[in-house]
């Protein structure tokens, strides 16, 4: 969800609550684009103030996590710290309802005497900036300069006084209120309600538009000027309802879950347009902002960190695949070895008394019992020409058997590949990549390096993701294909149940019966599993995956065969939902 007036709204709000009359303790830049700072309050002890104005994740919210800074700070938290720390917080504004918080601090100069200054936020997408004025409005600096030949709307400068830039002659929906206003704009504007919406007011996301129109029971993308009265008017009501809240300081921060237990949208306000999907109530909107941002921070870390690992494998599917279609192509051409061999023995059969010189003859073929027509060269004698078939057969044949188990190996290679591509979505940490990049030297897609394959083992080690099911049993899902072999192979023993997806790459995944009974397992235990590896295989956007599960006993690995590689022969077949969201994930007193 983008970062809107209203969730600004409540977040300003929360700001204000706990700094106002606080004192500024220590700014620093953990990373490019976010400033922490630690500020001490009155009533609340000390608190962590994270800031971003990344382009991708702008935010802001309280925070409990440490960072490391740099050894060298940057110049401009270097300048926020001259005139900033040791400042007392006077007051937090959010201008109307527009995507920017306002900072009023008060200290002193080098002189000792009191001024003030402003720290202003903007949440404006790849627009995002971080200014710092006098109390006049005057920029000292931000954390981006933008000059004339960036944008030709409004510059940041030094030197230069800051404004907010128009929002499209939008009106402020906090003041302006008034039903036929509301009317008037909404009906006015040729395009559907949530674009009215959110093109008449400030502040307004299309999630927050498209909240609107269900509360108020319309289709948010019938055309804004098909409404009736009685539409306009609950349109209005929900309006009100939800300004009304953002006025009164009313909020209650929720999350949005989808069915793999991944957070798709958060909002300051309930949004109840997803009622078919987990919404978890969460007490302050600063903890909704940094659950919610922190793990989609931490992913696109990890596809940072993963980039060069994620491109090798990339570039490896390619190649292969396209030999493996080259492959089949030769494969392919040898289709009419047979069609040779079927006229060197009908030459051999009937030719006895075709003239020499001859360029064909007709015969029936007897095969099939229709007529057919034999090519021969007039060059050669008829025996010559049985002769050639057969060669020509005979060495299509070889070709045949050479392609057919180069395209097999072509076939493994990339359904290997794109197991480990698959891995990459479950990885976590440093050290889930560490363990990918250890199966590639394996398997020769990576040069081996003695330093790193040292750092793999003794750095610490990755474990398997760990799920308990509704009966209490342990499940464990292998995050690639290392942990895969370990998981089948060496966690496992014979009554416990494997499970995998029948067709497409994915995790290995354990339910732990030990010395039980493995036929006593509630099916609703083996739902859940078979759930387990729908939803960690690459074929969990189908909705339901057909899954194979078998005792431990019965999956054996070849000699030499590739991590994560394993036959069986038993097996029972299910088709299991990729829906996860009732499957509880252990904690840590959970793991043995």
Not at 197 to 204: K, R, W
Not at 260 to 265: D, G, L, S, T, W
Request: contains cysteine; neutral net charge; glycine residues 6%.
């Amino acid at each position: 969800m983008a970062f809107d007036g209203v969730t600004v709204c409540a977040a300003a709000h929360e700001l204000r609550e706990h700094l106002t009359d606080g004192y500024i303790s220590k700014i620093s830049e953990p990373r490019q684009g976010k400033l922490l700072m630690t500020l001490k309050t009155r009533e609340r002890g000390m608190k962590k103030l994270l800031i971003s104005a990344s382009g991708g994740l702008p935010f802001i919210c309280f925070t409990e996590r440490s960072m490391n800074a740099p050894m060298v700070a940057p110049a401009f938290t270097m300048l926020l710290r001259k005139h900033l720390q040791g400042g007392r917080i006077l007051s937090v504004e959010q201008p109307s309802l527009e995507r920017v918080i306002i900072f009023h601090i008060e200290h002193r100069d080098e002189l000792g005497d009191l001024v003030k200054k402003k720290l202003i936020i903007e949440f404006m997408g790849k627009y995002s900036n971080i200014i710092f004025t006098d109390d006049n409005d005057v920029i000292i600096e931000s954390l981006r300069r933008v000059p004339p030949s960036m944008s030709s709307v409004r510059t940041v400068l030094p030197g230069e006084s800051y404004f907010i830039p128009v929002t499209q002659d939008k009106a402020d929906p906090l003041t302006e209120r008034g039903f036929d206003y509301f009317r008037n704009h909404i009906l006015g504007r040729p395009m559907n309600v949530i674009k009215a919406l959110y093109g008449t007011y400030t502040g307004f996301s299309p999630v927050m538009a498209s909240e609107l129109a269900f509360r108020a029971d319309i289709d948010g993308n019938d055309s804004a000027s098909s409404l009736s009265e009685t539409d306009i008017k609950n349109l209005y009501d929900a309006f009100i309802r939800l300004t009304d809240d953002l006025i009164k300081g009313t909020f209650a921060p929720e999350i949005v879950y989808d069915g793999n237990q991944r957070p798709v949208e958060f909002a300051a306000v309930p949004l109840t347009m997803y009622g078919d999907m987990k919404r978890e109530s969460v007490p302050s909107i600063s903890e909704v902002i940094e659950r919610f941002y922190s793990e989609r921070d931490a992913a696109d870390h990890m596809r940072q960190r993963s980039y060069d690992l994620r491109k090798l494998v990339s570039n490896a599917i390619e190649r292969t695949a396209k030999k493996y279609d080259i492959q089949l192509g030769q494969v392919k051409d040898t289709d009419k070895m047979d069609k040779y061999r079927v006229y060197a023995e009908l030459i051999n059969t009937y030719g006895y008394d075709v003239p020499e010189g001859s360029d064909h003859f007709d015969t029936v073929n007897f095969y099939d019992g229709k007529d057919i027509r034999v090519p021969l060269d007039p060059s050669i004698s008829v025996h010559e020409n049985a002769n050639k078939y057969f060669s020509r057969f005979e060495k299509l044949k070889r070709t045949r058997k050479a392609s057919m188990e180069q395209a097999e190996e072509s076939r493994a290679q990339l359904e290997h590949l794109k197991s480990i591509e698959a891995s990459f979505d479950t990885a976590e940490s440093e050290e889930d990549l560490m363990q990918i990049a250890e199966e590639l030297r394996r398997t020769g897609y990576l040069k081996k390096d003695a330093a790193s394959s040292k750092k793999n083992r003794s750095g610490n080690k990755s474990l398997p993701m760990h799920f308990v099911t509704s009966d209490g049993y342990d499940v464990y899902v292998g995050r690639n294909n290392i942990q895969n072999d370990e998981l089948t192979f060496k966690m496992g023993h014979g009554n416990d149940w494997w499970f995998h997806s029948k067709t497409y790459p994915g995790s290995h995944v354990l339910l732990v019966v030990g010395k039980g009974d493995p036929m006593a397992v509630p099916d609703k235990s083996f739902n859940e599993a078979g759930s387990l590896a729908a939803c960690f295989s690459t074929g969990r956007g189908q909705g339901k995956v057909d899954i194979d599960y078998t005792l431990i006993k019965n999956v054996k690995k070849p000699a030499g065969a590739v991590p994560g590689y394993v036959i069986y022969h038993t097996n029972y077949s299910m088709v299991a939902s990729s829906d996860i969201s009732g499957i509880r994930k252990a904690d840590e007193a959970d793991r043995k």
